[in-house]
Structures are given as C-alpha cells and as structure tokens.
C-alpha cells in the first residue's frame, strides 16, 4: 500500500481514473463528507496527486499524496469525481454532484466537469461546462470525460428517458451536443469512460444498456 486509508480522511471511499499529469500521478475521489464525525468532515470531492517518489512523513513506508484541489471544486454538492482526462495542456474531470450525500440519500444535483492547468495551485481550476449548460439542470447529476480524438474532447452522460448523450468542443470550454437520442435507443445509458478509447483512427465507446445488452459505437 502506498497511501494512507482515504489519504487520512476516513469518508475518502472511492478514487477513481488516475492519470500522469505535470509530472504527477494523479485522482480523483469520492467525499460525501461527515458533518457529525469528530472532528467533521466537509463533504467534496477531492483531488489527490504524487510523484511516486517522495515518502510520507508520517509513514515512511508510503507515499506523499497532496490534495489539489479545493473540496468540491468550492462547492460541498460536487461529491464524486468520475473521470478525468487530458487535453490541449488541461487536466479535466468528470464530476457528479448530489446533496447532502450519494444515493440512495439526499437529492441529486447538476454534474460538471472541471479543468486545470496547474496542478500545484488547488484554487486554479474551473468549471467548463455542466447540465444546466446544456438545459437539463439536476436532471442530469453525472458528467463524463470520453476523452480527446481528432482535435476534439468528448463527454458523455445520461439523460434520463432520453439515453446516452455526447458531447464535444474544439476550445475545451464551449460544447456542443453531437449525439442527444442514446444512438436511437433511450435504453443505452450511460457512456462507460472505461470502454472509450482511440483504436486505427476511429473513436469506440460503450454504453450501458440494461434492457438489451451493452452495445459499442465508433465514429
């Protein structure tokens, strides 16, 4: 093991898509936070990066993790990050947004999706794009970072009744939608950032589709 439990933050459950980036390996996590704990926790999720190198102070047989960024991006509703993702000389995250804690408690709200291009100053990141930017509100709680083809980024995320939903920008802060139906079938959900990768020139993903079975699309 390499770090502390929950980078030292009992509630840290969940660290997901670690990517190299400036030098740093680097993640995001899941942090509904403990109001009630002693002492509490504020809730937001959190990024954590090392170099691989540097030790812990506190416990030399692990690494030095460093959180970079602000809890919640600023904002306790931004629990989850997702996914993350790189382009034009940006780190992007996914993030799902849920108040005042994940299901099957609270209610959910609007997922965004954030950047940066410092990753040594917690306070430099900012919010690119979100559900209420592309008319969905909290309906749409998840956003997703397909990745970079082509000179372009793709997210993806679920519209309720409605299915998959991509998006793309050519700037990585002005989207547009290039795929608002579920490719024909409101029951292919969500984009699976997993099952998304670049392959002989062409860009594959997966959507998860519970009624018919999972289906690939490439374009």
């Known amino acids: 093991q390499v770090n502390r439990d929950g980078f ?43 170099d691989g190198t540097t030790s812990d102070p506190d416990y030399p047989d692990r690494l030095l993790w460093t959180q970079r960024n602000l809890n919640g991006f600023g904002d306790p509703d931004n629990v989850k990050v997702w996914s993350t993702g790189m382009f034009n000389d940006y780190l992007y995250v996914g993030v799902e947004g849920w108040n005042p804690s994940p299901p099957p408690h609270g209610s959910p709200r609007e997922g965004t999706v954030w950047r940066t291009n410092d ?7 900012e919010k690119v794009f979100s559900a209420s930017e592309a008319g969905f509100g909290n309906e749409v709680n998840r956003m997703d970072i397909i990745g970079a083809f082509d000179g372009y980024l793709y997210v993806g995320f679920l519209r309720p009744d409605y299915g998959t939903q991509v998006y793309r920008s050519a700037d990585g ?27 002989e020139g062409a860009l594959y993903l997966a959507t998860l589709n519970q009624i018919s079975g999972a289906e690939v699309w490439r374009t």
Not at 16 to 30: I, N, P, R, S, Y
Not at 184 to 191: E, F, S
């Open 8 to 50: 030292g933050i009992h509630v840290t459950q969940n660290f997901k898509d670690m990517v190299a980036f400036q030098g740093l390996l680097c993640g995001g996590t899941l942090n509904a936070g403990d109001p009630e704990g002693s002492p509490p926790v504020p809730a937001g999720a959190q990024v954590w990066c090392t």
């Open 119 to 125: 990753i040594s100053n917690p306070t430099s990141w």
């Open 173 to 199: 802060d002005h989207f547009v939608p290039v795929v608002n139906d579920g490719f024909g079938d409101g029951n292919n959900g969500r984009v699976i950032v997993d099952a998304a990768t670049v392959y």
